[in-house]
Structures are given as C-alpha cells and as structure tokens.
C-alpha cells in the first residue's frame, strides 16, 4: 500500500475530530487541526509498535498518539522526550499533563523522559522505533541533531514526522526556526506533508539501509547556517554516537562540521569568517551539482546570507544547469544588484538573458561586463554569439577574434569564429 497525505488526511478525518472536542481548554502550543490528521493517519496506516515524540509541551500530540494507538488494538508503546519537566506555557502543569488526564488508564506502554535530551536516552528509547516526532526547539541544526539521535533507535524505513516546517514563514519569527525545513526541504527519499497551505507537518521515510550517501547527504545538510549555538558537549555526544553506529571516519566527518558551524553562528553576518562558509557551502553544493536537496541548501543559505552576490550567483548557476532559466534569472539579477558583485556576475546574467531570448538585456549586460574587465575571453564568447543571433555580424567577428585572442586553441572559441567568418 502506497501511503498519501491524501490517504492519511481521510482515514483519520473523523478521529481527529473527535479528538478535537476532547481538547483541554488549557492546552495551547500546539499541533493544529490541520496537522492533525496527517499525524493521526500516519499512526492509522502505519500502525506503529513503538512511537518516539521529541517536544511535548502540553501532551497533547501525545494523546492523540495514544488515541490511535489504542484504536490500532495491538501492543504499543508511547515515549514522549522533553527537556523541560513543566509545560512551558504554565509552569504549574507537568510537561504531558493532557496525557494522564485523557488517558489515566491505558493498554498502550506511556513513559515520559523528562529533563534530558534524546542523545542522553538511547538507552531508555531502545531499538525498533517505528514513528518518530520531532517537534523540539526549531532553531537550526536542533532537528537534524534530533534526527542523528534518534538513528540508532529507527526501525528500518521508519517514518519521522517533522512539525513547523514552515514556521520561519511568519513575519514574527523574521525568518528563523529553520531547522525543520532544512531537513524536509533537502529529504531525497519518500516524504509527504499536510494539504495545509503552506503546510506546518510533514513526514520523511528512512531509508532501508543507512548508507555513505545518506550520511553525506546528513553531513552536507548540517553545514547549512545554524541559527542556534549549541553546547559543545552535546556534539560531542552525538558525533561519538555516530561513529559507534557508522565508524570512526564518520565520527570525525561531523565532528569537524559541528565545530565549524558552531564557531560561525557566533556574529557571523559581522565576522570575515562567514566567507570562507559560503566557499565551503558553494564547493560542497558543487560536487553535487545535479541534486535537488543540494540545491535547496544554496537556496535556503541565501535566507542567512542576503547579502552575498557570491552565494546568489553560485545559485543561478544550479538554477541555469537545472533548466530553470526565470529562477536562475532572479537570483542572478539579486547577485548584480548587490555591492559585492563582478564582473563575472554580469557576464553571466547577459548570458541567461540571451538563453531566454531577451537579447537587449543580455547585450546591454555583456558589453557593461567587458567595460569592467576586457581581459576574460568568455565574456567575449558570449557577446560574439549575442551578436550573431541579433544580425550583428561585424561586432560578433569582432568579439570572437578578441575571445581567440585572449585564449588560443579553445575549440568553441574556434568554431564560432570560423562560423562567423564563412
């Protein structure tokens, strides 16, 4: 059976409002009614021996967890993880309390691990967690450091729910609370999200088998810009987790990326050394220059880095090798119009303009990128063929001899002139 968001919405329709008039009146923070029933499906069509929460707050995804799995009428077993050991909108309330007051007696195993992280419990979790739910703190590399956790305890082809995946979308969060978009967005294998529009859950499958291209693709994805400096002792134990589950180079690999990246959130907009992350960022994004999630990472990076006409400039060249000529064309037009641009950057815009069909802008761009630096034979290629398609014949001559000048015995550069001048 193939598993839809279409499929989970409709299956737990009548659950989850069911559920919905059981609510606390004091419960708030929440999952909503329209994460609801994508939770509850999922639980539904899954049906999850072992169910892991990270954040629980109230309880109250807790209790619908539980609502499920009772209705599943099979051995189950709850675990909700949470750092704090009161509900953070009221402390006089435990953290789960909507759980012991909605299910006070239960067939289904419900435990609270309260006032420790996920890496300090594997232990406690054990093996053979079918369902996951990472709804903790939000602030990027939380998720992804909840994720490599919770790893050692994942079932083969788990699913892991993730929540706010779009919570950096509201104007009061200014574009924060990324980290479970970063993990979402960048996803390669089978995931699925809520019919919300922009939707807040989503959910992504583990793979069958942890393998070197999934823990590069994690690896890749943590040095995405963290918004969150994070106590060097927990990396420490997370690395360490790593490399007992996937070796001791693995160990390093991410250790060395928890360093890094914890050292740049400090002050980075204000600090030089934020550009030797974005070169970092640019020559891992490029060795995988055909892969959508490596793609968002650029993307997402432009969020934390506005100011960069380095990293908007890498990003249109992705976009243009990818065929997507209006998103390439945005972001290179942002990379030119910033204080950092070059030459370079000009050059390549005249270039996706005259991809497009545009040829005004893309000579008007060209010919300003020469103006700048005269001595780079490829701005010269592309103004020679710029001209050529505009009927421009002398100046393409021109600018294809200038171009042979400059570099000898460059094939294209060679045929082009020998074109012109037939």
Known sequence: MTITSELCEFVAKTASRVMLEKKPLWVSGNISEFDQPLLMGLTKLTRPKKVVEIGVASGWSGCIFMDILEANRQPAEYIGIDLSPTYYLDPSRKTGAAISELFPSSPINAKLLLGSLAIDLQKEIGKDVDLAFIDGDHMHPWAILDLLSLMPTLSPSAYVLLHDLNLSTYERHNQANRGPKYL??????????????????????????????????????????????????????????????????????????????????????????????????????????????????????????????????????????????????????????????????????????????????????????????????IFHYRLALMCEKSGLLNEAISSARRANQLTSNNSDFEKLLQRLSD
Request: aromatic share 10%; hydrophobic share 40%.
């Open 184 to 377: 979402y967005e960048c996803w390669p294998f089978e995931k699925l999200h809520s019919s919300q529009n922009l939707p807040m859950i989503g959910a992504v499958r583990m793979p069958q088998r942890i393998d070197e291209k999934f823990l590069t693709l994690l690896l890749n994805t943590t040095y995405t810009p963290w918004e969150a400096k994070i106590t060097p002792s927990i990396l420490v134990k997370i690395a360490s987790s790593i490399g007992n589950e996937y070796g001791p180079s693995w160990e390093k690999k991410f250790q060395r990326a928890f360093d890094q990246m914890n050292l740049t959130t400090t002050n980075f907009t204000k600090s030089s050394s934020h550009q030797d992350f974005i070169g970092e960022l640019i020559r891992i994004v490029s060795r995988h220059p055909n892969s959508p999630a490596h793609l968002e990472m650029l993307h997402s990076a432009t969020f934390v880095f506005p100011e960069s006409a380095k990293l908007f400039h890498h990003l249109s060249v992705l976009q243009y090798r990818a065929g997507n000529i209006e998103e390439a064309l945005t972001s290179s037009l942002q990379a030119v119009n910033l204080p950092e641009t070059s030459a370079h950057y000009i050059s390549f815009l005249g270039e996706l303009y005259l991809a497009s069909g545009n040829l005004t802008q893309a000579g008007e761009y060209l010919r300003k990128a020469i103006l700048l630096q005269d001595d780079v034979s």
